[in-house]
């Protein structure tokens, strides 16, 4: 959290097992599917350290896909075993550092709508049901470049947006242009009731200046997860 993470590498084996942080429903609170009902599965661990990042990724344990997906299907339901939460959202961390094909293969084979975030820098070969929305980070001044092979596949960027912040104050061109992928941007969070009001200003700003789209941090108004 806040840049202090441990930078862990990408993990290469079958995929059966993945560290996982917390399975919890919700209502998706940023981006295209903002608002849908929704089992958010975080995966540990993350290959970068962001500064603004209020994320708790570092505390997780080892599964099974078999028990995760059984944990998913149970949290999809309501309270007459219907199920009514038809979003997956796989995210961290970062989800693509583990290889999550086979977990996102099982999911699609159960009908559920899957959707990854992911910073951009790490590629998986994913099923072509999965929706990929990414995000671009920078390090030492600069955004990480986003994988060639990804580009392709990505369905959304969300660019998040900070007035004072000199890193995070504009969207930059990122591969976005040449697919015609549609471009988010998020207010930052600063924990700071001021710099929030003026960082949300900002991006309405940039949304009405260049046509790009506004996402919030709903579950954060809302008051839920």
């Known amino acids: 959290m806040f840049g202090k993470n441990k930078i862990l590498k990408p993990e290469n084996h079958d995929g059966l097992h993945l560290d996982i942080v917390e399975i919890f429903p919700t209502l998706q609170g940023e981006g295209p599917f903002a608002g849908w009902p929704a089992v958010f599965v975080r995966l ?12 708790e990724f570092e505390n997780y344990q080892n599964f099974s896909v078999e028990k995760i997906i059984e944990e998913v299907v149970k949290l999809a339901k309501n309270d007459e075993n219907e199920v009514v939460r038809k979003l997956v959202v ?9 290889p999550v094909e086979s977990f996102c293969e099982e999911l699609t084979k159960l009908g559920f ?6 910073n951009g820098t790490l590629f998986r070969q994913l099923p072509e049901e999965i929706k990929i929305i990414c995000s671009p980070k920078i ?12 580009l392709a596949r990505i369905d959304a960027f969300k660019f998040i947006i900070s007035k004072t912040d000199k890193n995070y104050c504009d969207v930059v061109e990122v591969g976005q242009s040449s697919f015609q992928i549609p471009v988010y941007v998020q207010p930052m969070d600063e924990y700071d009731e001021m710099k929030n009001r003026e960082n949300l200003k900002y991006a309405v700003d940039l949304c009405q200046k ?14 839920v997860r």
């Not at 709508?113 to 992911?118: K, R, S």
């Open 44 to 55: 540990g661990g993350c290959n970068l350290a962001c500064e603004f990042c209020d994320t």
């Open 139 to 150: 390090t030492n001044g600069k955004y990480h470049a986003i994988r060639s092979d990804l």
């Open 90 to 98: 796989i995210t961290g961390g970062e989800p693509l550092r583990q």
């Open 113 to 118: 709508f899957v959707q990854i975030e992911t």
């Open 210 to 223: 260049r046509g790009y789209l506004l996402s919030l941090q709903v579950h954060k108004i809302l008051g």
